[in-house]
C-alpha cells in the first residue's frame, strides 16, 4: 500500500535505528519475533564521555509497572 504513494526501497532487515538495536528470530513455528534494545546505544554513550570506570545507580523506576500511574492530587496545573 507504502508503494502505491511513493517510492519505497527495501534495504534489508534493520539493525540499528534512532539509537536502538533490533536482533530478528524466525521461530520454528514460522513466526518472526524482534527483540529492541538501546542497551549498545547506551554503552557508547559511557564509552564517548569516558565513563566506563563509573559505577551504576538504580532508578525508582521498576521494570514492568506502567509509569504514569501516579496519583491525582486534585490540585489544579495552574496552582502547584
Same mark, same amino acid.
Given at each position: 500500500?507504502?508503494?502505491? #504513494? @511513493?517510492r519505497v526501497? $527495501?534495504? &534489508?532487515?534493520?539493525s540499528w $535505528?534512532? &539509537? ?9 513455528? /514460522? %513466526? @518472526?519475533?524482534?527483540? !529492541? ?6 554503552? &557508547?554513550?559511557?564509552? #564517548? ?6 559505577? *551504576?545507580?538504580?532508578? *525508582?523506576? =521498576?521494570? /514492568?509497572l506502567p !509509569?504514569? =500511574? !501516579? *496519583?491525582?492530587? /486534585?490540585?489544579? *496545573?495552574?496552582? %502547584?
Amino acid at each position: 500500500m507504502l508503494t502505491s #504513494k @511513493l517510492r519505497v526501497d $527495501f534495504m &534489508g532487515a534493520v539493525s540499528w $535505528f534512532l &539509537g536502538s538495536s533490533y536482533e530478528w528470530h524466525f521461530l520454528t513455528n /514460522g %513466526k @518472526l519475533t524482534c527483540h !529492541i534494545s538501546q542497551q549498545a546505544y547506551v554503552e &557508547g554513550l559511557v564509552e #564517548k564521555f569516558d565513563m566506563v570506570e563509573s559505577n *551504576p545507580a538504580h532508578s *525508582p523506576y =521498576r521494570s /514492568g509497572l506502567p !509509569i504514569d =500511574r !501516579i *496519583p491525582r492530587d /486534585g490540585v489544579h *496545573p495552574d496552582n %502547584k
